[in-house]
């Protein structure tokens, strides 16, 4: 198990990578072209990137036609966040706390305060599920 998780870090250890991830959680499904394109990286690369994220679990794609879009797995970014969450010393404890810096570098305070509402949304759907599977077996 600990074999697994320092693969991840290796995974994520590549500044391309988190980009591609960063990217596809913003625009959605992907092509390696339009990827390279944007991160101003060759479409080899992309690919190599992406062969590693799918591997990893942490994209997936699904042949549309000619087109090969990839997008992130949802699910396996949330084992992420749970991995980090277990090896962070910063005492945020996955509270958030830490946002305040981010949030004053940020070029656009809108999106990221949108984009973490989400994320707290969806954290809260998931407590207020747990809570109702413990009430049922009670």
């Known amino acids: 198990m600990e074999d697994k998780k320092a693969e991840m870090f290796k995974v994520l250890g590549v500044a391309s990578r988190i980009k591609i991830i960063d990217l596809l959680k913003q625009r959605g499904a992907m092509g390696?072209?339009?990827l390279a394109e944007v991160l101003g990286i060759t479409p080899s690369a992309v690919s190599q990137h992406l062969k590693v994220l799918r591997y990893a679990g942490l994209v997936r794609n699904e042949r549309?036609?000619?087109?090969?879009?990839?997008e992130v797995d949802p699910a396996a970014l949330a084992n992420c966040h749970e991995l980090l969450a277990e090896v962070c010393t910063c005492g945020c404890a996955g509270t958030g706390s830490?946002?305040?810096?981010?949030?004053?570098k940020a070029a656009d305070k809108l999106a990221l305060l949108k984009r973490y509402q989400q994320e707290l949304q969806t954290q809260l759907e998931e407590v207020k599920t747990k809570i109702q599977e413990i009430e049922s077996e009670e």
């Open 32 to 34: 390696a072209n339009e």
């Open 64 to 70: 549309r036609g000619y087109w090969l879009p990839y």
């Open 98 to 104: 830490v946002r305040a810096a981010e949030l004053e």
